[in-house]
Structure formats: structure tokens, C-alpha cells
């Protein structure tokens, strides 16, 4: 990507760490991701953590007080887990 007229930044140019994270996102995107979190260190979740927080999400708001077999069956999770899941949002 080019910073102006006389500096671009390439893959050989940025930390060995962060070359797929480039690969994936592109240069562009890694390079406003900088300018935005830039000096901090920042978390990113597991694409399990990713699907089972959207997952709970949509059981607590399709859950009507007495769908819970219908949404252990949905979402393949044991009716115990959606009490629990139920119980956590309240």
C-alpha cells in the first residue's frame, strides 16, 4: 500500500507475526487496523467462541418460555444447556 508519494508499505516491510493476518485481510485493512489499535494489544476469540456467543444470542431472543426442547433441537444443544443459557440472560 502506498503512504504517499515515495513510501509503500509491503509484506516483506511488516513484522513476520502479522504477514497472514495481511495475507488474509490485505494490506489496506492491516494497515488501518494499525492506525486504529495501533500499541495495544487486542483479543481476538476463537471462531467456536465467535459461533456459540451468536448461537446463546439467538436462543435467549427466540425463546418464548416454552420452546426449549425446539431450541436444543435447532441449535444442537441439550435442553439443560438452554435453561442454563436462559437463566444467565435474566
Do not use: W
Amino acid at each position: 500500500m502506498k503512504m504517499n508519494d515515495t513510501i509503500t508499505v509491503t509484506m516483506e516491510n511488516i513484522p513476520e507475526e502479522l504477514q497472514p493476518i495481511a495475507e488474509i485481510i490485505g494490506m489496506d485493512k492491516l494497515i488501518e487496523l494499525s492506525a486504529f489499535l495501533g500499541g495495544c494489544q487486542f483479543y481476538i476469540p476463537t471462531k467456536n467462541n465467535l459461533i456459540r456467543r451468536t448461537v446463546y444470542t439467538a436462543i435467549k431472543k427466540e425463546f418464548n418460555g416454552g420452546n426449549v426442547r425446539e431450541l436444543a433441537q435447532k441449535y444442537g444443544k441439550s435442553e439443560r444447556t438452554v435453561h442454563r443459557i436462559i437463566k444467565q440472560s435474566m
